[in-house]
C-alpha cells in the first residue's frame, strides 16, 4: 500500500528564504507526482506535476525534483514571499483510475 | 472558465438527515472524483467516475452514494448522515485522456453532522 509522507509538518521562515519542502513514498513505481497548494479555507491549486520519466519541473519561481529510487520529491520555492504561506500537499496516484494518495501536508508560514 | 464548482459551501445537518453535494466541471474531463479532508486524516478519496457512465469506491465509501448524471457532473448523496461525515468535501476532475493526468480540484463544501 502507497504511504506518502511530508516532513516537516510546519515550517516558518522569514520572506526571502528559500523553501525547501519534502514528500517521500514507500512505493517507488509511481506515474507522476502533483504538488498542490491549499489556502486556509480554500480548495486546493494544482502547482506542478512531474511525470515520472522526468528528475524536475520547473513554473516561476517553483522547481520539484523528483527521484523515484529513492522514493522522494522535493519541492523548491525560490525567494519566499508572506504569499507563499499556505499548505501545501504532495500527491500520487495508484494503479488504476488515477486515484490519488496524498500526504499530510506541510504548514509554510513566511514571516515579513 | 469557471473550472469544478461546488454547491452548497456550507451545511449544517442533523444526525440522520440527507443531502445531496453537487459538482460540475466545465473543462469537458472524463474523470471526476469526490474526496473527504479530515485533520491528521488528510484527503480520502470516497468515490470516483472514471468516465460518464461509471463509478468505483475509493478508500471510504460507507455512508456515501454518488451519480455521474452526465459528462459534466457528478453528484455524492449522504443518505443518513452521522457526526463522522463531518469534514470538508472536495469534488476534483482530470481529462481523462491519459492515465494519470493532472487533477483540478473545487472549492470544498463545509458539512457539519449535529
Not at chain 1, 14 to 38: H, K, M
Not at chain 1, 93 to 100: E, R, T
Not at chain 2, 8 to 14: D, I, R, S, T
Not at chain 2, 24 to 52: T, V
Amino acid at each position: 500500500k502507497q504511504e506518502v509522507t511530508q516532513i516537516p509538518a510546519a515550517l516558518s521562515v522569514p520572506e526571502g528564504e528559500n523553501l525547501v519542502l519534502n514528500c517521500s513514498f514507500t512505493d517507488s513505481a509511481i506515474y507522476n507526482l502533483q504538488w498542490f497548494r491549499q489556502d486556509p479555507g480554500k480548495g486546493l491549486t494544482s502547482l506542478l506535476l512531474i511525470q515520472s520519466s522526468q528528475r524536475e519541473q520547473t513554473s516561476g519561481r517553483l522547481n520539484a525534483s523528483l527521484d523515484k529510487s529513492s522514493g522522494r520529491s522535493t519541492l523548491y520555492i525560490a525567494a519566499s514571499q508572506p504569499g507563499d504561506s499556505a499548505t501545501y500537499l504532495c500527491a500520487v496516484p495508484k494503479a488504476a483510475g488515477n486515484k490519488l494518495t496524498f500526504g499530510g501536508g506541510t504548514r509554510v508560514l513566511v514571516k515579513p | 472558465n469557471a473550472g469544478v464548482t461546488q454547491t452548497p459551501k456550507f451545511q449544517v445537518l442533523k444526525t440522520g438527515q440527507s443531502m445531496t453535494l453537487q459538482c460540475a466541471q466545465d473543462m469537458n474531463h472524463n474523470s471526476m472524483y469526490w474526496y473527504r479532508q479530515d485533520p491528521g486524516m488528510g484527503l480520502r478519496l470516497i468515490y470516483y467516475s472514471a468516465s460518464e457512465g461509471t463509478t468505483d469506491k475509493g478508500e471510504v465509501p460507507n455512508g456515501y452514494n454518488v451519480s455521474r448524471l452526465n459528462k459534466r457532473e457528478f453528484s455524492l448523496r449522504l443518505e443518513s448522515a452521522a457526526p463522522s461525515q463531518t469534514s470538508v468535501y472536495f469534488c476534483a476532475s482530470a481529462s481523462g485522456l491519459a492515465f494519470y493526468d493532472e487533477q483540478f480540484f473545487g472549492p470544498g463544501t463545509r458539512l457539519t453532522v449535529l
